[in-house]
């Protein structure tokens, strides 16, 4: 008797076992009683009679894997495949007759296809609901295409057809000089082309000026790129407010060979001037103020960002800014540049992030006071204590430091001071190293009441109840297991 045999005959038992079984809920007896205990006693002789009956033959564990996989793969073969389809054009979208395309599952190649006149498209039927990447094989063309920019990435439904383009192309070069407003060469400045649209993303390439202010870039992806010029006054030593021009988009076609020609720094007449406060309305000394170009960019073109530096400056010990030399175009000014999600550093850094202020240079006067800002000035609260660990317990079979985790969560229903703005705190985990012995954790303030839960494996969770207040600290030793109390 075959195992298909015995499942029909191990169905029909159970049918009949269901029907003839006596009615357990009779008249006067609730209905909501005893259902699932019902439910086990009828089906547990249905289901044991016909194994019993028969001899059985234990399978060994390879055959269960191979029953297994058997499964699995009946299972793909019921989901119907769906085909990628497409072909290669360079950057002008003019088709290209040859190349090599490669389809990649996780790495692995699943196929190539090669392409021709007589077969100028590629296809592939491939397994529907799974990833791919296709692109085209750098080695495959001649003529000197460029085909990095080629991989797409492909999320291939059942019965779906994916039509797409890969685009390659003859690549271009592109150089220029750099010079001071007197038209002396300026060496150091870190010259940057920034791709600009959808083709090539924010693929970037750069250079650093030569002694003689020359730099040059080759194989470039053609398309719209943005000119981007930064001046360090490490890399600069004699910079003196040497600021660079606006950055500007180009049109690299192409197989061309691309000029700048000369480029000059400091030749803007505008200044921003202005103040930060913190909370207090203290002077905030050390804060960095950076400007950056807010121009209007072409349809489809990435907008301008901090890659579109034109200056920064420190605040001086009164709080006091100055960004002297920018060009009489729309700019944004970022007062919390140096302000990073997820840490709290404590008194001379920002609390939180501030938003940009916009100031348009074109028809202002040389100089523009944009008054007082107040940035919140960092004031941590100090979460700390030590990790005491049973040795015997960490010698224990199964026991781990490990097993240990500590997370802090906002209370319900709480609220922030009007006009308080601060990173939330949700299942903020509190980072423990490997061989910790005590631990460290700063939360910004104010801060709403927040819910420590400190977990070990195991063992019932601890929570502590935290009141967060400006330089102040909530400390701590816990001892591990004895704290803890074990889960029933």
Request: net charge negative; with cysteine.
């Amino acid at each position: 008797m075959n195992k298909i045999t015995l499942l029909l005959f191990g169905s029909l038992v159970v049918l009949c076992a269901w029907l003839m079984w006596p009615q357990q809920n009779t008249a006067g007896s609730s209905t909501k009683e005893q259902p699932a205990v019902i439910i086990a006693e009828a089906a547990a002789p249905a289901l044991t009679l016909p194994i019993a009956a028969v001899e059985r033959t234990e399978l060994e564990p390879v055959e269960l894997a191979l029953e297994a996989e058997e499964a699995i793969a009946l299972r793909k073969e019921d989901i119907p495949p769906g085909v990628i389809t497409g072909r290669i054009v360079d950057s002008e979208g003019i088709q290209i007759f040859e190349g090599r395309v490669v389809v990649l599952h996780n790495d692995e190649q699943l196929g190539t296809f090669e392409i021709s006149r007589a077969q100028s498209d590629f296809r592939f039927e491939l397994p529907g609901r799974e990833h791919y990447w296709v692109k085209v094989e750098s080695d495959s063309l001649s003529g000197g295409y460029i085909t990095e920019l080629s991989k797409q990435f492909i999320d291939l439904q059942p019965s779906a057809n994916e039509n797409i383009e890969l685009t390659v192309s003859l690549s271009a070069n592109a150089s220029g000089r750099v010079l001071n407003p007197d038209g002396q060469p300026v060496s150091g400045v870190l010259v940057r082309l920034v791709g600009i649209d959808a083709i090539h993303g924010s693929i970037a390439k750069e250079d650093v000026t030569k002694e003689d202010g020359t730099f040059a870039m080759n194989n470039l992806f053609p398309g719209n790129q943005r000119l981007q010029i930064f001046v360090d006054e490490a890399m600069v030593p004699e910079n003196k407010n040497w600021n660079p021009p606006s950055p500007t988009d180009y049109l690299l076609r192409a197989g061309s060979a691309f000029d700048f020609g000369d480029i000059y720094l400091g030749t803007g007449m505008k200044t921003i001037r202005g103040r930060l406060v913190n909370q207090d309305g203290n002077a905030f000394a050390g804060m960095q103020v950076m400007c950056y170009s807010n121009e209007e960019v072409a349809e489809g073109a990435t907008p301008h960002n901090w890659g579109s530096n034109l200056s920064y400056v420190l605040t001086d010990e009164h709080g006091y800014f100055e960004l002297l030399g920018l060009p009489d175009i729309p700019v944004s000014l970022s007062i919390t540049p140096l302000y990073t999600p997820g840490k709290v550093l404590g008194a001379g850094h920002a609390a939180m992030w501030e938003p940009k202020i916009d100031v348009d240079l074109r028809d202002s006067s040389n100089v523009v006071d944009i008054g007082e800002y107040t940035v919140d000035e960092s004031r941590p609260f100090v979460i700390e204590g030590n990790l005491i660990f049973d040795e015997g317990w960490l010698a224990a079979k199964g026991h781990s430091r490990s097993d240990l985790s500590m997370a802090l969560n906002q209370a319900k229903g709480e609220k922030l001071p009007e006009g308080v703005r601060r990173a939330s705190v949700n299942r903020q985990r509190i980072r423990l190293q490997k061989n910790a012995s005590d631990y460290r954790h700063l939360v910004e303030t104010p801060m709403t009441t927040l819910l420590l839960r400190i977990k070990l494996k195991g063992y019932e969770n601890l929570y502590f109840e935290l009141h967060p207040e400006p330089f102040q600290n909530w400390s701590r030793d816990i001892h591990i297991p004895s704290d803890f109390q074990i889960l029933k």
